[in-house]
């Protein structure tokens, strides 16, 4: 798919890490957002919807010391990929959540204080 998709843009680099980076992790899930029937729920709702869930699963596999990160990469937005994860073209293919081991520890955080980034208001 991604050779004929890239076209003129095609890269061998990138082809070799779509056949091989996938096949590192134990567990490929892909993230998919079927629009809800009722069309008066907004999208945006949906999509957050998704993205606290996929939150919970970051949040679970850490909690068990299992390495994941969600992707957005490879064939996410190729409308062509939609049919093959049962999804509509209403429909949104969000990316990947890759689950395994992990091989290399992150780097210590550099995040300010929470107070550098909330602004509590009150009367």
Known sequence: MYKNAAGANFKEENYQKLLTTPLLASHVISIGMKRHADKNIPEFEEIAAVSCAVQNMYLTATAYNVGCYWTTGGVTNNE????????????????????????????????????????????
């Open 80 to 123: 062509a990929a939609k049919p093959f994860f049962d999804l509509n073209k209403e429909d949104k293919l969000m990316g990947f959540f890759y689950v395994g081991v992990i091989a290399v520890s992150s780097p210590e955080g550099k995040r300010g204080a929470i107070e550098e980034k909330v602004k509590w208001i009150t009367k």
